[in-house]
């Protein structure tokens, strides 16, 4: 069972159009973070938030933690081919008890120029 | 400038064989993560690292792992003897005023 599912699991679409990823549990996170990964590369991290029903942007990338700290969305506008990668989510998972940061399988996320 | 730096960038080893992968940081660290990628899956939490201990590991992290800061600064993780399934790439991340930085990682190939 995947504590952080995201979706789509993959996204192709034009430059120019926006787009929205998803990241849900059934658990609830003290914080979850957004990671954007390119091949052959660590991940780097985008954002965190904390806070439930937070709102946070950076840029073009609008990123939200659902009120119940379960769910999470990244929704990105007029996307551009260097948005191309795989975005992760991950979090503390407050009811496993992990410190560590769990992380969802990812979006592979592909903008055609 | 990245935070940490791994080494080897890739390793091919048979199986059976002892593989050790390094990371170093720029700074004086003290919490170190170990994460592994297995090829198109997600990235899975295998040891965290603090103070010279381990803090936290994962039922990933069995006794064919161990971690170690032998000489202060370089921070290891050493696979015994490896198997098949532990091909993957291998990622050393440092924790800073809550923020998680990656290295960009090893790669270990088991034949």
């Known amino acids: 069972t995947q504590l952080l599912e995201q979706s789509p699991q993959f996204l192709s679409i034009q430059e120019g159009e926006n787009l929205t990823v998803y990241c849900n549990s059934s658990?609830?996170?003290?914080?979850l973070q957004w990671y954007r990964q390119e091949p052959g590369e660590g991940p780097v991290l985008l954002v965190t938030?904390?806070?439930?029903?937070e709102v946070k942007k950076l840029k073009r990338l609008t990123f939200q933690f659902g009120d119940a700290r379960k769910d999470s969305s990244l929704h990105i506008t007029a996307a551009q081919p260097g948005d191309t990668g795989l975005y992760l989510c991950?979090?503390?998972?407050?009811?496993?008890?992990?410190?560590?940061?769990?992380f969802g399988s990812g979006t592979r996320l592909q903008v055609q120029p | 400038e990245p935070e940490v730096t791994q080494t080897p960038s890739h390793q091919v080893t048979q199986m059976g064989q002892e593989v050790i992968l390094r990371c170093v940081p720029i700074?004086?660290?003290?919490?170190f993560y170990w994460y592994r990628q297995i090829l198109g899956q997600k990235v899975e939490f295998l040891v965290s690292?603090?103070?010279?201990?381990?803090?936290?590991k994962s039922e990933i992290f069995d006794d064919q792992f161990s971690v170690e800061r032998p000489d202060g600064s370089n921070f290891t993780l050493k696979i015994r003897s490896t198997k098949l399934e532990d091909s993957a790439m291998y990622f050393c991340?440092?924790?800073?005023?809550?923020?998680?930085?990656f290295g960009e990682g090893s790669r270990l190939t088991v034949l």
């Open positions: 991950a979090g503390v998972n407050m009811d496993t008890g992990r410190r560590a940061l769990t």
């Open positions: 658990s609830v996170f003290s914080s």
């Open positions: 938030v904390v806070t439930g029903g």
């Open positions: 700074s004086n660290h003290l919490y």
């Open positions: 690292f603090y103070n010279n201990e381990i803090s936290e």
């Open positions: 991340a440092t924790l800073i005023t809550g923020e998680l930085f």
